[in-house]
């Protein structure tokens, strides 16, 4: 069915990113996550409050069009040589390794902002009151589970807001080397015009 082959190739698409990316590996080896964990427990107070959620909707969507500002940049500022020369000759080209980068931080950021929403609309508080009953008379423990699980999320997503906001700097630092890269071949191509005028 044509629903289910979208799906595969939505997944697939996913699959590709995650693996150039590098995976979880990557992700928790990566300097920008561990700074948002340390950042995170320094910012308890917004876990237990929930009030990053508030800022994660009025900060996010600024840096995701930073960051897709940046993929734009890095898609179109390059020449088509200097594309050429980055993509395609190693397992895992640069042009690949960035562009899977840009897209780690966009996902990320998406991620931050739907975590966000879901967190202020409070599904397990908008409950029917008799579900509710129903559960606390059944699982007599359900009430402290449920407090730990509501500091645990908002922790996650905490973590999560920060993240966000730390691939934002690896944003920037991945238009920076690309920059480098760049400013290279191009000294590459004046030295080598030098060359041809000098004979």
């Known amino acids: 069915m044509k629903i289910f082959a979208q ?3 939505t997944f697939k698409i996913f699959e590709k990113y995650w693996g150039l990316y590098g995976g979880r590996k990557a992700l928790l080896a990566s300097p ?6 340390f950042l995170s427990v320094l910012m308890y107070s917004y876990g237990l409050s929930g009030d ?18 940046g993929y734009a940049i890095l898609l179109a500022f390059s020449n088509e040589k200097f594309l ?22 966009i996902v990320i950021q998406f991620l931050s902002i739907l975590f966000s929403l879901v967190y202020k609309s409070s ?10 009953i129903f559960i606390v008379e059944w699982v007599p423990y359900f009430l402290g589970v449920y407090h730990i699980l509501v500091y645990v999320v908002s922790f996650l ?19 920076f080397r690309l920059s480098i890269w760049y400013d290279r071949h191009l000294s590459n191509m004046k030295k080598k015009d030098a060359a041809k005028n000098d004979q």
């Not at 990053?52 to 500002?69: E, H, K, T, Y």
């Not at 050429?84 to 931080?105: D, E, R, T």
């Not at 997503?157 to 238009?175: C, D, H, K, P, R």
Request: proline share 5%; hydrophobic share 50%; with cysteine.
């Open 123 to 132: 599904p397990a508080e908008n409950f029917p009151l008799e579900y509710k």
């Open 52 to 69: 990053w959620a508030d800022l994660a909707l009025s900060v996010v969507p600024n840096v995701m069009g930073f960051s897709l500002g």
């Open 157 to 175: 997503g905490l973590i999560l807001f920060i993240y966000s906001l730390t691939t934002a700097v690896a944003a920037t630092m991945s238009i």
């Open 7 to 9: 799906y595969r190739s």
């Open 32 to 37: 920008y996550f561990q700074l948002s964990c």
């Open 84 to 105: 050429s020369i980055i993509s395609g000759k190693a397992s895992v080209s640069p042009l690949m390794n960035i562009s899977s980068a840009f897209v780690h931080f």
